[in-house]
């Protein structure tokens, strides 16, 4: 089991440009969360979704942020334009359906916008 | 309104000493409940786990945890402390099994020598 996987694990972009962060869950689990850690807000929850269908969106920031899954082995955040304030560490998580699974974190995409 | 709350920002404890770290929350009804802990510059890796039963719960690494009903807490436990356990510990609570982890701040633990 590779575990959760993101990738770049490092992004550094300008100011206004397009950046796109991508993730591959773990095979089967059929739920995907995007988190975004600062020192300031802590970890919050940007969207999730469950069987590639969003379910809850209501933490992504603004209409810079967009999520898509387009399938079950793939999702993908991306922020366009990208502003300093969005620097942060990116973490996507997965999770198997029912009682008794844990939520597992991927290493993170450490995000600087300047 | 849910939340969780990590009482203790920063902990400092000597190595081999034990070690006890609280969480409280505020949910409806029993919630499913964690502990994750994360090294600098890594992820998150799960400590533990609550869904029912037990209300003892054991992890990896010697921790382990109790839910108090209660109390509505969830409070992480070691009974001696080595040097790598230094590192930022998360409690995070989910209201069911088809919803997202809400984390709190965090707490941050120094071992010394």
């Known amino acids: 089991d590779a575990g959760v996987i993101q990738s770049p694990r490092h992004e550094v972009t300008e100011m206004g440009q397009e950046v796109t962060l991508r993730c591959k869950p773990i095979?089967?689990?059929?739920?995907l969360f995007w988190y975004r850690q600062t020192m300031m807000r802590g970890l919050e929850l940007l969207i999730y979704?469950?069987?590639?269908?969003?379910?809850?969106d209501s933490g992504m920031p603004e209409d810079r942020f967009s999520a898509k899954m387009p399938n079950a082995s793939f999702s993908t955040l991306k922020i366009q334009p990208s502003e300093p304030r969005d620097s942060a560490v990116y973490f996507c998580a997965s999770r198997g359906d029912g009682t008794g699974y844990g939520y597992t974190f991927g290493s993170g995409t450490r995000l600087t916008v300047v | 309104a849910q939340s969780v709350t990590q009482p203790d920002i920063h902990i400092t404890v000597s190595e081999g000493a034990s070690l006890e770290l609280r969480c409280n929350y505020s949910?409806?009804?029993?919630?499913?409940l964690f502990w994750y802990v994360q090294s600098p510059g890594q992820g998150l890796q799960l400590l533990l786990k609550?869904?029912?039963?037990?209300?003892l719960v054991q992890g990896i690494k010697g921790f382990e945890a109790e839910f108090k009903r209660s109390q509505s807490s969830f409070n992480l436990r070691k009974p001696s402390v080595h040097w790598s356990d230094a590192a930022e510990y998360f409690c995070a609570v989910a209201p069911g099994s088809g919803y997202a982890l809400n984390f709190g701040k965090g707490t941050s633990l120094l071992v010394t020598p």
């Open positions: 979704f469950n069987n590639n269908v969003p379910i809850d």
């Open positions: 609550y869904f029912s039963g037990d209300t």
């Open positions: 095979s089967g689990h059929d739920y």
């Open positions: 949910y409806g009804a029993t919630p499913y």
